[in-house]
């Protein structure tokens, strides 16, 4: 939710400053949420998309035609990125590869 507010923050001030923005993608990475926290995040997002408003590209959005999206990662998303850098091929724990 404190990534939301975040974003929720930025692009209000943004949008006061003029810049032109078309989509907002929130994405997190799903280590450590509680399911109901998860959901309704996911859930307040889309929400803000409103199914009557449409931008140029067809997208429902909200008031200043700005379409909202959640994306999120597995657990240990880490480890994907990190297999393109180094070969390893044994277990490892977050904390290792986090810092590799």
């Keep these: 939710m404190t990534l939301i507010k ?17 989509y907002v993608w929130i994405f997190f990475d799903k280590d450590d949420f509680k399911k109901d926290d998860f959901d ?13 408003i449409l931008n ?9 035609q700005i379409h909202w999206e959640a994306c999120w990662s597995n657990e240990s998303f880490e480890v994907w990125p990190l297999l393109h850098f180094i070969f390893f091929d044994t277990s490892m724990q977050r904390q290792t590869f986090v810092k590799k």
């Design 6 to 22: 975040f974003a929720e923050n930025d692009v209000r001030r943004r949008f006061k400053n003029g810049e032109k923005i078309d």
């Design 40 to 52: 309704n995040g996911c859930k307040m997002v889309s929400q803000k998309n409103i199914a009557k």
């Design 56 to 64: 140029e590209y067809g997208d429902t959005c909200d008031k200043n």
